[in-house]
């Protein structure tokens, strides 16, 4: 299984709503990422796991929470979000945290923020 | 500073025909470049990954080339179908523990 999937593929808040995004993989990797892409721009980095814990936060917002329950899941909590946090979000797993492995995409998350 | 550039910012071509992308990097010390393939509202997907020992490298109807010397590196599509319509994205790793560093893209469309 060399797929990265994530759910719900569409998802639609509120400012005040509390929801989570998931992310999954079965390939044995030991990084997982998350990555915010606005229209026409490349993917920016929010987070990276190694071996289960949080090894990179790029100062991202109290109101994304990310978690990784295990070496298969990562999930991105979202709190209090604001129209401009609309956007595609992507989660990403590699063999390691180290950026020379390659990194496999799920086919990502679209959020909108009313 | 480590920065990708790529060149053609967008790209229309008619079906059937090839075209050529660029990319060019600043990264050093260097591991590895990869071209993505992302279509709109979906992840990117791998199209080819090349080391600085590799020169070339090809991926059916997609043929990747790398100098290491000059820091640039091109994506060939051959024979291009309107499912290849979409964005084309470098990204580079550096020889550390460091992120990779994603070029803004090209955005291509193939016109019937």
């Known amino acids: 299984d060399t797929e990265v999937t994530q759910t719900p593929k569409h998802l639609v808040m509120g400012m005040t709503n509390k929801k989570s995004l998931k992310c999954e993989q079965h390939?044995?990797?030991?990084?997982m990422y998350w990555y915010k892409q606005k229209a026409k721009k490349p993917p920016e980095l929010m987070f990276v796991?190694?071996?289960?814990?949080?090894?990179i936060n790029e100062s991202v917002p109290s109101r994304f929470s990310p978690e990784c329950p295990n070496s298969s899941l990562l999930n991105l909590h979202l709190h209090a979000l604001q129209p401009e946090d609309s956007a595609l979000y992507l989660c990403?797993?590699?063999?390691?945290?180290?950026?020379?492995?390659?990194?496999?995409f799920g086919p990502g998350t679209r959020l909108t923020v009313l | 500073k480590n920065q990708v550039e790529q060149s053609p910012q967008s790209l229309i071509i008619l079906e059937g025909k090839n075209c050529t992308l660029q990319?060019?990097?600043?990264?050093?010390?260097?591991?590895?470049l990869r071209w993505y393939k992302q279509d709109t509202g979906r992840g990117p997907v791998s199209l080819t990954i090349?080391?600085?020992?590799?020169n070339t490298k090809s991926n059916g109807r997609y043929t990747a080339t790398l100098d290491a010397d000059t820091k640039q590196s091109s994506l060939h599509i051959t024979a291009s179908q309107l499912s290849d319509s979409a964005s084309y994205i470098c990204?580079?790793?550096?020889?550390?523990?460091?992120?990779?560093?994603f070029g803004k893209g090209t955005r291509l469309h193939i016109l019937p």
């Open positions: 990403a797993s590699s063999q390691d945290g180290r950026g020379r492995n390659e990194q496999f």
């Open positions: 796991y190694s071996y289960e814990k949080l090894s």
């Open positions: 090349m080391t600085f020992s590799e």
């Open positions: 990319c060019n990097y600043t990264v050093s010390p260097f591991s590895n």
């Open positions: 390939m044995g990797h030991r990084a």
């Open positions: 990204v580079v790793s550096p020889n550390r523990d460091d992120k990779i560093i």
